[in-house]
């Protein structure tokens, strides 16, 4: 157990040892990184692109025609150098075509040539997506690649400007970043996604499509890069002899320890052996039978208490010989000491009135205030109470 510790300790020494002592062996792992901060690796990125929408009749419309302006913006971090997540949202107008007038989207009831009238309209499209960084997948692992292919998979839905039209979409995409400083990178995205086949508001069975081809940029915020997991194993080096001289020394501590442990339980069993003189009992004082709790600076008696009270004057009417002591209280952490006498009267007063009010004799019971503390650990807030004592 005494050699697991101690290579134990020396293993922890690796993280901090210079690499290049000459004592130490290193072994890096392919693919294997050091698990960076949360904050680490974040990227925003955001860019323009042409849209192509490929529903069910938009052929009818030339297809120069139905490229169409759109954006992107998009924020995520990278995972490992090959994994990553994103949120996203593209924004884009789209083109197409419709077979009859007054449909969806037709436009100023625009007549093609073919008979065809024409769609214009604009849609947002948030997503989520997981992004693969292809060359760090198979490939070595490197910060300033010049080029690297990512492809990219998510889930989300579009729907039109007005938020009147809606549907499911899988989007889809290749893309081509090349950095051009540690921070930037420029991108040749290459984009497509399956839409529910009502979006454009046409009937159908398969489905619509998007196509785009964009540019964008992606700024990396700090930390920028992964480091690489490299176990040292340490053969014999000054810090490692101190480590073993500070386990030594905790080591004995311990034995040190467990000897006193043993005499003290020693010590334990003789003093049960031993007779014990006969302490003479005290009498403890009486427990009040109520005690009814108060906010700071009020003396008003809440719902709950009134009916603890009630079951109380009870069997204070059942019982006329006895007599009940009723003491306020206050605590000593706020107000003067002027404030705090007559706020304890007040306290007093009120509970007596009210068991006068619920039919006890008054001459049963007796007023009385103190300014010590009530509660024996110090719980300031618990002195604000009024006491019922049976005497």
Not at 244 to 266: F, H, I, T, V
Not at 361 to 379: C, E, H, I, P, R
Request: positive net charge; charged residues 25%.
């Amino acid at each position: 157990m005494k050699k697991i510790v101690f290579f134990s300790l020396l293993a922890l020494l690796s993280f901090d040892i210079n690499a290049q002592n000459a004592s130490e062996d290193s072994i890096t792992t392919k693919n294997s990184f050091v698990v960076t901060r949360f904050k680490s690796n974040w990227f925003l990125n955001f860019g323009a692109n042409a849209n192509v929408y490929l529903g069910q009749n938009d052929s009818k419309l030339d297809f120069g025609k139905r490229i169409a302006p759109g954006f992107t913006i998009s924020a995520g971090k990278w995972v490992t150098p090959w994994l990553g997540v994103q949120l996203g949202l593209d924004g884009m107008q789209l083109k197409g075509a419709a077979p009859a007038m007054g449909m969806t989207y037709v436009k100023n009831d625009e007549l093609l040539s073919n008979g065809y009238y024409k769609q214009k309209w604009f849609s947002f499209m948030p997503h989520a997506d997981l992004m693969v960084n292809m060359a760090n997948l198979f490939g070595k692992y490197k910060e300033n690649r010049v080029y690297n292919p990512i492809i990219t998979g998510g889930a989300g839905f579009i729907a039109d400007s007005k938020g009147g039209n809606y549907s499911q979409a899988v989007q889809f995409a290749f893309i081509n970043k090349f950095r051009v400083s540690k921070a930037w990178d420029i991108n040749l995205d290459i984009k497509g996604a399956w839409i529910g086949n009502d979006f454009d508001a046409e009937g159908g069975s398969r489905g619509d499509g998007l196509f785009s081809v964009g540019l964008s940029a992606t700024y990396r915020f700090k930390t920028r890069k992964f480091v690489p997991y490299q176990p040292k194993y340490i053969k014999d080096t000054k810090a490692a002899n101190e480590w073993k001289a500070k386990y030594d020394a905790a080591n004995n501590k311990a034995g040190r320890l467990q000897a006193e442990n043993n005499d003290l339980k020693e010590a334990l069993k003789n003093a049960k052996n031993t007779e014990t003189p006969v302490k003479e009992v005290v009498k403890e004082p009486v427990k009040p039978q109520l005690i009814i709790y108060y906010t700071a600076d009020s003396y008003s008696i809440k719902d709950k208490d009134m009916i603890l009270l009630k079951a109380l004057a009870k069997e204070m009417k059942k019982n006329t010989d006895s007599k009940y002591e009723i003491c306020g209280y206050t605590d000593s952490k706020t107000g003067t000491p002027e404030y705090n006498s007559a706020l304890r009267e007040k306290r007093a007063n009120n509970v007596i009135n009210t068991l006068i009010r619920l039919g006890v004799d008054k001459d049963q019971l007796v007023k009385k205030t103190s300014d010590q503390t009530l509660n024996q650990f110090g719980a300031y807030a618990l002195d604000r109470a009024v006491t019922i004592t049976k005497i």
